[in-house]
């Protein structure tokens, strides 16, 4: 709570240096009254705590705010909700084809360990985690288009053109859950009671997937909610090459026209949702693992 | 009658003392001259290295570095890809140097020679410039839609977008780490620099990009330092983790126990455990800054127009992509940008394994 007002003062502070010519689509011709008067209209000239405290105060009574130049005069809720609803489709679509993706590549190379899945899966790692996305999501835009006979920009209610968004989104997102699913698998498989399991004689498919499997998931989970949560952003990339009306870009967007309505409410909403999406993490942890407990015991130090 | 007893025994072990040691050494303490002289002549003499010997004396010619370099030279793939590394920054400095060179920012304007070599199409006209022309032998590359030779634009990219990556990685580097040391080392400066942390992972990057773009005009100078006031906190809470994981394992307790200052401590005890992940983390930045730096390309908060980066050359080659023959535009920045962060990705895995001392044989 006190990491959000502090965000917001320093977020107000920020916006206080950015030059006063942005906030007029026709600073020339105003006269230093009408300035005056606009500048005064936006609240821009009061000391931060009244900024802040207007702001938290309409907060409170469910007002977000009004879009001063993005969309003039329309309430900042109506603009966002469709997007989201836009961006949350993609991301839990993306969500719902790389978790399982991405578990399947984890385990695979894992079993694989040192085989020849487990080098072509590093190739595919090292290629997605070092080329900057935008590189490959060019290409597979115009190679997917090319490929699938379809339009390169989204269409509503076309789903082939939903592919290949959703197959950009999902690219990284895979190579990071194998990637990490791997490492906490043969991690754990070094532990001494998977040794003794082992020498117990317990079958190997047992091993794997009740004892290393469940207790690599575990760290995962954490991640989850979050990234859930996140996909509410949207993908700057993705969206603006596609042409999906989204989150992605609006906050860019809004920041370079100087909407600074916008650029609060925004910046509050992904700052509640990043924190928000940690607590989340540490809850299905904890319900996942009953050894997990973020509670203070008797016992504990 | 007890304070004569006890007298009488030290006097006796005294004497039993002084009696042992002299008869140990009183014929030994200085050899004469005519004893030195005897003295065999071969027992003074250098004697060569020899392994077993070392050994049963306990001696190890280990040396960290040493190890290092030879752990990573077992890796074949980090090699070639460090040797292809070695050739290409080897290449950006040397290129311009090289004869036959177009100079990456003039208009080609379009001469007669040309047009009779079939070098551009027929009807060109004289003195236009050679805008879009297609990868041919005197312009590898081709050229863009100035006419500026893409050969030359691609090396004088790849050369500020490698300025850029060592830049923020050094700062990055230099700044993290001695904000990461603070951070997990002092204790009553971790909820200041958490806070300070959660503010800053929850302002939005773009907003400080396009402060420092309004406070400094464009420029490498200004994407250098915008890419490090929003990289650096990344690389402090890393190092602040490594250091609260080694912070209190014995040998430190030990060392401050034995009054050894803090700063000591930091230096000679917590460094150098974390070589191999700091120069992980480096050699990661480097590509990073890359790749950010196509990022600030994408959203136009980058280098200006007139400086070729590889991100702003694969921005305007997107420009053109819906032209399938001019996609070469696109093709080459990225292949580029390609190789050289997954080099770099390569080489940096490789090193911070090798230089991991757990992997030392």
Redesign the interface.
């Known amino acids: 709570m006190?990491?959000i007002v502090?965000?917001l003062f320093?977020?107000f502070a920020?916006?206080k240096?950015?030059?006063i010519e942005g906030y007029f689509s026709n600073f020339d011709k105003l006269s230093q009254a009408a300035i005056d008067r606009g500048l005064r209209e936006l609240g821009v000239r009061d000391p931060l705590y009244v900024q802040v405290g207007r702001f938290v105060k309409n907060l409170f009574q469910g007002d977000l705010g009004i879009s001063h130049r993005y969309m003039e005069n329309k309430p900042i809720k109506d603009i966002i909700a469709p997007k989201v609803m836009v961006s949350l489709r993609f991301g839990v679509i993306s969500m719902l084809v790389s978790l399982p993706l991405g578990m399947i590549l984890g385990v695979i190379m894992a079993l694989n360990k040192g085989g020849i899945f487990d080098k072509l899966g590093n190739a595919y790692i090292?290629?997605i985690?070092?080329?900057?996305?935008?590189?490959y999501f060019?290409?597979i835009q115009?190679y997917g288009a090319q490929l699938l006979h379809c339009s390169?920009l989204w269409r509503e209610g076309q789903a082939i053109t939903m592919i290949l968004p959703i197959l950009s989104l999902a690219l990284p997102s895979i190579s990071s859950y194998g990637m990490w699913l791997r490492r906490y698998m043969v991690d754990e498989t070094n532990k001494d009671y998977i040794k003794l399991a082992r020498a117990k004689g317990v079958p190997n498919a047992t091993i794997w997937f009740r004892h290393v499997f469940r207790n690599s998931v575990v760290p995962m989970v954490q991640l989850i909610p979050g990234s859930l949560l996140m996909t509410i952003s949207g993908s700057?990339?993705v969206e603006s090459l596609y042409s999906i009306p989204g989150m992605g870009?609006l906050?860019?967007d809004v920041?370079?026209r100087q909407d600074n309505s916008m650029?609060h409410a925004?910046?509050l909403i992904?700052?509640v949702l990043?924190?928000l999406g940690l607590l989340l993490g540490d809850i299905a942890m904890t319900l996942v693992d009953p050894r997990i407990s973020f509670s203070k015991k008797g016992g504990s130090r | 009658m007890a304070h004569t007893v006890q007298d009488a025994m030290a006097k006796k072990l005294e004497e039993g003392i002084n009696g042992s040691a002299s008869a140990q050494f009183s014929d030994k303490d200085d050899l004469t001259p005519e004893e030195i002289a005897a003295l065999p002549p071969d027992d003074f003499v250098l004697v060569p290295y020899n392994e077993e010997e070392a050994e049963r004396g306990g001696y190890s010619n280990y040396s960290y570095w040493g190890s290092t370099i030879r752990m990573f030279f077992k890796n074949k793939v980090a090699v070639a890809m460090l040797a292809i590394m070695g050739t290409m920054l080897l290449f950006t400095v040397i290129q311009p140097y090289l004869p036959n060179q177009y100079d990456p920012y003039t208009c080609n304007l379009i001469t007669k020679e040309m047009i009779d070599e079939g070098l551009v199409p027929e009807k060109s006209i004289v003195g236009m410039p050679i805008k879009n022309l297609k990868p041919n032998r005197v312009f590898w590359f081709g050229t863009n839609a100035n006419g500026q030779d893409l050969w030359a634009q691609i090396w004088q990219g790849s050369r500020n977008s490698l300025i850029i990556g060592f830049a923020t990685a050094l700062i990055e580097a230099v700044v993290g780490i001695a904000a990461g040391l603070l951070w997990g080392y002092v204790r009553w400066l971790d909820p200041i620099f958490t806070?300070i942390y959660?503010?800053l992972?929850?302002?939005?990057s773009?907003?400080?990009l396009?402060?420092v773009s309004?406070?400094l005009s464009p420029s490498m100078g200004s994407v250098i330092i915008a890419l490090s006031i929003t990289g650096w906190i990344g690389m402090a809470r890393f190092i602040r983790t490594q250091v609260l994981i080694i912070r209190d394992r014995d040998y430190n307790l030990a060392s401050r126990c034995l009054g050894t200052p803090t700063g000591r401590v930091v230096v000679k005890n917590l460094l150098p455990q974390m070589v191999s992940v700091i120069m992980l983390r480096m050699a990661l930045a480097i590509?990073g800054g890359?790749?950010s730096e196509?990022?600030l390309a994408?959203?136009?908060l980058g280098l200006p127009l007139q400086t070729p980066s590889l991100?702003n050359l694969?921005n305007n080659g997107?420009k053109l992509?819906?032209t399938p023959a001019l996609?070469y535009q696109?093709l080459i920045p990225?292949a580029f940008?390609?190789v050289i962060?997954?080099c770099?990705?390569?080489v940096g895995n490789a090193f911070a394994d090798a230089a991991d001392p757990r992997n030392h044989v």
């Open positions: 006190i990491t502090i965000i320093v977020l920020m916006l240096v950015m030059p090292v290629v985690q070092a080329v900057p996305n935008a590189i060019l290409l115009v390169m700057i990339y870009g906050l860019v920041i370079k650029v925004l910046t992904f700052a990043g924190i | 806070e959660n503010v992972n929850n302002i939005p773009t907003i400080i396009i402060l309004y406070v590509p890359i790749g196509a990022f994408y959203i136009g991100g694969a997107r992509m819906s996609r696109l990225s940008l390609a962060t997954i770099f990705y390569l």
